[in-house]
């Protein structure tokens, strides 16, 4: 992340302008919140902090938070609870269409809607992530594609109020990040809170497929950085 993505919030812009601008900024910044906390996520701290602190409520301040705790918290102690809350627990997991579908062939027509969605855009995917993972759609989201990339996030809302309402529920700090990118999404209708009740009722399918084909591919980490 460079310097001048989060130094780039002018204020002679139209208000509209600078509403956009901030939604991306605010989109950047949780979208290394929610990576694996490794050392060079953890290095930019101090840059992510004063980021966040340029950015309006309620999104700014919750982000400002979080970077808190992240700079007040061992790193090994972050990088456990990591795994402990996004890697162990099936409720708080990051990639989206896993909700919906979970690990059978509808999820796999799912994911290929998601790299689909990059390639229109130019970018190709590098192999360590699916391409639901919200860190992902967050920095597609925030760098390359913003209509494309709201789209995305705006259909699957649904379940990030979920995995927001789960991450609130255990008292996890991540619910302040996903707190501040729902922030910028519609309200939830009746729909999408039916919706979000049918997901938290019954789960995800369990009908088990191999996936592999539609991992990322190769050229992702250079266009977007990689991920754990």
């Known amino acids: 992340m460079s310097r001048a993505w989060l130094g780039r919030r002018k204020a002679q812009q139209p208000s509209d ?15 290394l919140l929610l990576d694996y906390p490794s050392p060079q996520t953890l290095n930019l701290l101090e840059e992510l902090h004063a980021g966040a602190g340029s950015l309006p409520a309620p999104a700014g301040p919750l982000l400002v938070s979080f970077v808190d705790h992240l700079r007040r918290t061992p790193p090994i102690e972050l990088a456990a609870y990591y795994v402990e809350t996004f890697d162990l627990r099936r409720r708080h997991c990051l990639h989206l269409s896993y909700f919906a579908y979970g690990d059978t062939r509808k999820r796999g027509m799912a994911l290929l809607r998601f790299k689909h969605a990059y390639r229109a855009a130019g ?24 209509v494309s990339g709201r789209r995305l996030l705006v259909e699957y809302r ?10 609130q529920e255990c008292g996890s700090p991540y619910a302040a990040v ?12 009746v729909a999408d809170r039916r919706r979000v009740a049918e997901l938290a009722a019954q789960g995800p399918p369990e009908e088990e497929v191999g996936l592999e084909p539609f991992a990322m591919d190769p050229m992702m980490q250079d266009q977007m950085g990689g991920r754990r």
Not at 17 to 31: G, L, N, P
Not at 178 to 189: N, Q
């Open 178 to 189: 996903l707190d501040a990118v729902c922030a910028t999404l519609p309200e939830l209708g």
């Open 17 to 31: 302008q600078r509403a956009e601008q901030d939604q991306r900024v605010i989109w950047r910044i949780a979208a």
């Open 123 to 146: 970018v190709t995917l590098g192999e360590h992530e699916l391409p639901d993972h919200l860190a992902v759609v967050l920095e597609f989201a925030a760098t390359v594609d913003p």
């Open 158 to 167: 649904p379940v990030m109020e979920l995995l927001r309402l789960s991450l």
